[in-house]
């Protein structure tokens, strides 16, 4: 079979040359380290000489009006620096147009007078990279196929292109179908981030993105069976760097729902109490609520005096399968502990409670008799399962972060807040629009 060469028709139909396709997709590693350093340091020259230049145009205060535009006035505490500001210089540099208001015509964006000027002393490489930025708008980007310590195959979401980026360090840790906020850059076939945001956003928000998306065919009468492209999108920029602000905003300050469990029941912390007459009859009644060890196995671990009277053993009220994750064979529904002439069960909801009591009243009929159920405080029960972290905690514990901002309640806001900077975008006058409105 013969070689498949670059610039060959690509074997999946595009009709496009090979190397502009699928050769990156297929052979990821296809280029050395050589182009890629060499775009790298395009970027890297570029932007000093584009930092020196802003100082002959622009005046002291220009840089803190372009940080208050970046940041949307959604978050008026983020100060410049760190990754963010890295993103946000490229966006200076490139897109960023002056709105002073003494001045009675806004400043175009620097990058053009730039190029109009200094295009003759770049080198090749580093005008090439230039084009290419000036032309691209930042996107959210999935990562389909991550390659760490390479780089990952990625997909425009508001475009449907794909495309192989070469970043080593930022493609440590990720995972297949996290979110990136970025801008590409190309040169010769070869894909870097020309800047890309220090936050991965969960692909759970990937919803709201494509109701952008939805919402950009529909002004630009994009034909069903067709994407926006890439300069469509450029019309768009204010609005995409809304919503990364508003995802940017939610994903560090987020809003606890209200926290459930397994079952999808509000979360409480109980402590049912009973008076009880024996408890090695309680025991016997009870003892198969825990299916996964025998009684014998559980008499076993019991504290027993040496007539073998019970007084005191532990074990869990289960329930076959589990509702979340669907992996787990069991729910621990709460936890058993039988005493001399008490018994105490531990459970997470208010239903449970209720079931509980009912089981043991019918196993056990007059033998035991409710005394109290105790509500404990919520923030010190979870000190308390945080410091055990045991299998039986799992349960409670596993409420981090990112499974917060992955709730119904969170995803909600964010389409609520999407929904809100499109409504009032599509009719502002945009200055890179010429002064006109979107639609």
């Given amino acids: 079979m013969p070689t498949l060469g670059r610039n060959d028709r690509c074997p999946c139909g595009s009709g496009r040359k090979y190397k502009r396709c699928c ?25 000093i000489q584009m930092m020196d230049y802003s100082i ?12 208050d535009d970046w940041c949307c006035e959604v978050d008026e505490s983020l100060v410049m620096q760190g990754g963010e500001f890295v993103t946000f210089m490229s966006w200076f540099l490139v897109n960023w147009v002056d709105q002073d208001k003494k001045k009675k015509i806004p400043l175009p964006p620097l990058s053009w007078r730039f190029r109009t000027e200094r295009e003759n002393k770049l080198s090749p490489i580093e005008k090439d990279y230039l084009n290419f930025i000036i032309d691209e708008p930042f996107s959210f ?26 970043e080593k ?34 692909a759970q928000w990937k919803n709201t993105i494509l109701e952008l998306r939805q919402e950009i065919r529909r002004i630009c009468k994009v034909k069903k069976d ?15 760097r809304s919503l990364y602000r508003d995802f940017r905003h939610a994903a560090q300050n987020p809003t606890p729902p209200q926290l459930v469990n397994t079952d999808g029941e509000p979360l409480s912390f109980n402590k049912v109490i009973f008076d009880i007459e024996d408890a090695n009859t309680v025991f016997e009644k009870l003892h198969a609520l825990d299916f996964n060890d025998t009684k ?3 008499l076993e671990d019991a504290d027993k005096n040496t007539s073998g009277k019970i007084l ?15 992996g787990m064979g069991n729910t621990v529904l709460g936890h058993i502990t039988i005493e001399e002439s008490r018994m105490t069960v531990d459970t997470n909801s208010l239903e449970r409670v209720d079931a509980i009591k009912g089981i043991i009243v019918k196993r056990c009929g007059k033998s035991v008799r409710h005394k109290t159920t105790l509500i404990e405080p919520f923030e010190a029960k979870m000190k308390e399962l945080q410091k055990k972290q045991s299998p039986r905690h799992e349960e409670a514990s596993a409420m981090n972060q990112q499974e917060l901002m992955n709730m119904p309640e969170v995803k909600a806001q964010l389409q609520a807040m999407q929904r809100k900077h499109m409504e009032s ?11 006109k409105t979107p639609v």
């Fill in 23 to 47: 050769l990156q997709k297929d052979n990821p590693t296809v280029s050395t380290d050589l182009p890629w350093k060499q775009i790298r340091a395009a970027r890297e020259s570029l932007n």
């Fill in 56 to 67: 002959g145009i622009y005046d002291k205060g220009a840089l803190q009006r372009a940080w």
């Fill in 141 to 166: 980007f999935e990562i389909l196929e991550p390659k760490p310590g390479n780089g990952y195959l990625l997909k425009d979401i508001l475009t449907g292109r794909e495309i192989y980026v070469y």
């Fill in 169 to 202: 360090s930022g493609s440590q840790g990720v995972e297949a179908g996290a979110i990136l906020f970025g801008r590409l850059a190309m040169v010769d076939d070869v894909a870097i981030f020309d800047a890309s945001s220090d936050i991965l956003f969960p």
């Fill in 226 to 240: 067709q994407m926006p492209s890439v300069d469509q999108l450029v019309g768009f920029t204010p609005m995409i």
């Fill in 296 to 298: 014998e196995e559980l």
């Fill in 312 to 326: 005191k053993i532990e074990f869990p009220w289960l329930k076959k399968g589990n509702k979340q994750p669907k």
């Fill in 425 to 435: 975008w599509i009719t502002e006058k945009i200055p890179a629009l010429g002064g």
